[in-house]
Each structure stands twice: as structure tokens, then as C-alpha cells.
């Protein structure tokens, strides 16, 4: 499979270099949607673009079996990439730093080798491109299931991949079981009557309240969660005034929380609110903090991840695949579609010696050969469940 997969490198890796040039926000990819039902309607699938900007592109099989759904992000992310490559971004402060167009390129790129083999395939593939996956705590996944995207299909299997920079490049990991954390979103605003930086006594300090708070949450975990659970508090977000020598009205901070045992976010919630309230107490002002609830943990299904692990091996070799590996404290509303599917989430290595990367980065990138290992996989994956 991998050589078949190698004779469509051009193909991927100019579509998968058009997408990294033109990346949109969540919530408003129309363009890649456009770009995406073009390049599948060209293939002969049946496309359905109703919902948003999703896309949902059909492969109908020679059968009537239970098919098979894959899953890729449209969104990029407001993040300036870093100037001089060829292939960069044309649109100034955005970019796909979290490889979504590499997934769309795999995608299109299994779509058009399965579309040369759907007579062998006894049940329709469908490919999901969704929109906002990066917008937690939202997403993109639960309103598209709300919406009845899933509706009228029979499902075997769901699978998403993540092109993954902490693994070497050609390695797959899978854990059966827990992959990726749940993702929750919190926002603090201080308030109280402002003054002159020169006589803070007289003032409600927001800024030192929002500053206390930010430096304190993140230890709060080491003392508050039971050190066996993993949970992660951080603050994205810090902003208060506009002056030197002038204490502001109004401060604010933003973070998230992930973890993965049920009730935990609960617990990080009760705690951030006693943490904004003290803050507040100390400098003087109100403390209004607002937590929302996002996306629950993906967790793989142990016959879909030993699939997807089989169909890896097959084309990367038994070495390659890790099924030993920790979940992720990363979300992907992914999550929601496992709820409901039997389903495997796997990370796709990129990493190499002379290119470290991370996602989420200005210089993130990721080398072409990741894009033909995917779509082989994926291909390989179909074809061993669906395949005549």
C-alpha cells in the first residue's frame, strides 16, 4: 500500500501546500470547504455541504456492510507564521500550526486511491472535514452531530489521525483507551473602582488580583488533585490596562483545564473560583469568574485501535506502532463521534532530527513523506475492513 500511496506525493503534497496558503479561523473556513468539496466531487463521491462548512464526501461501496467514517479539521489558527517558506501562509496572522492541513490533504488523498477500488469495498466510506475543532469549548464535532450528521449512516468504525511531533517520523501511536484529555474554558474578570498607579491604596489593584491568580493556578494542581490523576491548569490569557500609572478599572485572564477522570472538572472549577475569590479579597475587587465545560476525553475503542494498529503495521512495520504510549493532556472534540461510534484517534509521527517542531508554534511544519504514510494507513485501514 505504500507504494500506491507514494504515487500520489505530488497530488497530496501540492493540495496539503494550497491549504497551508490559505487558512481560515474556525467558523469561517468557506474557502477550504470550497477547495475540499471540489477536490472530492472531482473524485466522483457524492458531496453533502449543508451543515456549515462542514463537508461530508460519500464513497458508496459495492456492498451493503457497515461502513467506515473518517475525520478531518478544516480550521487553522491565529498564529503569524514564521516569514521565508515557500509554502507559508498568505494570510497575515493565521495559519495551519496544528497540521488540520495535513489531515485534509490524507484524507483527499485515501478518498481518490479508494475511489479506484470501490467495487472491492463491501460499505461506503464517508469523509467528515469539520469545522472549528480548535474553538473549545464549543467545537465543531457536536453541533455537526446535533445537526444529524451521523444520522442514516452504518457505522463499523470511525478513525481520526493527528500528525504528532513528539513521535518520530514513520511511527504510529495508539493507546486502547484513553488518547486525549476532556478540555474545559475558564475566563476571570476582576473589576473595582480604578485610580492612580501612585497611590494604590486608594484603588482596587485588578491587574495584582489578575496576576495572583495566574501565577497561583497552576500549582494548584500539585496540591489540591490527587498526584496519580493528571490535570493541568493554565492561563493562555492576561489583560488589564492601558496605562504605566494608572491601576485599571477592569483586568481579565483566560485559561483551560484538562484532565480525564470524570468529576475532576468539577473539582478544577470549585478551585479556580476559591483562587479568583482570595485574589479579589487581597487586592480589593470582584471576582467574576465564568467556567465552561468542553469537550470530554477522547477515548479509543480497544477493537477499533487494534484496527487501526493492524493496518499501521501493515505499512509501516510491527515496529513502528505503539500501543504503550500515555494519553495526551491535548483535547479534540474528535470525542464526540467516539461517543457514539466505536472508534480510534492515532498519532502519526513528523518529528526529525533536523526539524523539531510543536504544535501551536510559528515555525510549526511537518515533512512530506508524513502525508504518504497517512493516507496509506487510512487506505490500508478501509480496505482491510471493508475489502472484499
Known amino acids: 500500500m505504500l507504494d500506491r500511496a507514494e504515487e500520489g506525493r505530488e497530488f497530496v503534497i501540492g493540495?496539503?501546500?494550497r491549504l497551508h496558503q490559505h487558512p481560515e479561523l474556525g467558523g469561517a473556513e468557506a474557502a477550504t470547504s470550497a477547495m475540499i468539496a471540489e477536490q472530492?466531487?472531482?473524485?466522483?463521491l457524492q458531496v453533502r455541504s449543508s451543515i456549515g462548512n462542514a463537508v461530508l464526501g460519500v464513497l458508496p461501496g459495492g456492498g451493503d456492510g457497515p461502513g467506515i467514517l473518517l475525520r478531518a479539521e478544516l480550521d487553522a489558527l491565529p498564529i503569524t507564521e514564521v516569514p521565508g517558506r515557500p509554502h507559508g501562509s498568505r494570510v497575515p496572522g493565521m495559519m495551519h500550526a496544528c497540521g488540520h492541513d495535513g489531515h485534509m490533504a490524507i484524507l483527499v488523498g485515501t478518498a481518490r486511491l479508494l475511489?479506484?477500488?470501490?467495487?472491492l469495498l463491501r460499505g461506503d466510506v464517508y469523509f467528515l472535514f469539520q469545522p472549528a475543532e480548535e474553538q473549545l469549548p464549543d467545537g465543531g464535532a457536536r453541533e455537526l452531530i446535533e445537526a444529524g450528521v451521523l444520522e442514516g449512516m452504518r457505522l463499523q468504525l470511525a478513525a481520526a489521525l493527528h500528525l504528532w511531533p513528539d513521535l518520530p517520523?514513520?511511527?504510529?501511536?495508539?493507546?486502547p483507551g484513553p488518547v486525549m484529555a476532556a478540555g474545559d474554558i475558564f475566563r476571570v474578570t476582576f473589576s473595582g473602582n480604578g485610580g492612580h498607579a501612585g497611590q494604590p491604596h486608594t484603588a482596587a489593584d485588578t491587574v495584582a488580583a489578575a496576576g495572583y491568580t495566574a501565577a497561583a493556578l497552576p500549582g494548584l494542581v500539585r496540591r489540591r488533585v490527587n498526584a496519580l490523576l493528571p490535570a493541568v491548569i493554565a492561563v493562555g490569557m492576561v489583560h488589564g490596562g492601558a496605562s504605566p500609572n494608572v491601576l485599571p478599572a477592569e483586568a481579565n485572564l483566560a485559561g483551560t483545564t484538562r484532565y480525564f477522570e470524570?468529576?475532576?472538572?468539577?473539582?478544577?472549577?470549585?478551585?479556580i473560583r476559591d483562587v479568583a475569590r482570595e485574589a479579589g479579597e487581597l487586592y480589593g475587587c470582584r471576582a467574576d469568574t465564568q467556567y465552561r465545560h468542553g469537550y470530554p476525553p477522547v477515548v479509543n475503542h480497544p477493537d477499533a485501535a487494534r484496527a487501526v494498529a493492524r493496518s499501521a503495521a501493515r505499512v509501516l512495520g510491527e515496529g513502528a506502532v505503539r500501543t504503550d504510549l500515555p494519553p495526551s493532556t491535548l483535547a479534540d472534540d474528535f470525542s464526540y463521534i467516539a461517543q457514539r461510534v466505536p472508534a480510534a484517534y492515532f498519532w502519526l509521527g513528523i518529528a526529525t532530527p533536523d526539524h523539531p517542531t510543536a504544535l501551536h508554534r510559528p515555525d510549526f511544519d511537518l515533512p512530506d513523506d508524513a502525508l504518504v504514510y497517512g493516507t496509506a494507513i487510512l487506505t490500508q485501514l478501509c480496505l482491510d475492513k471493508l475489502g472484499a
Open 169 to 175: 517520523l514513520g511511527t504510529v501511536g495508539i493507546p
Open 40 to 44: 472530492l466531487g472531482e473524485l466522483g
Open 15 to 17: 493540495l496539503r501546500r
Open 115 to 119: 475511489a479506484t477500488e470501490r467495487r
Open 262 to 271: 470524570p468529576g475532576l472538572g468539577d473539582t478544577l472549577e470549585r478551585h
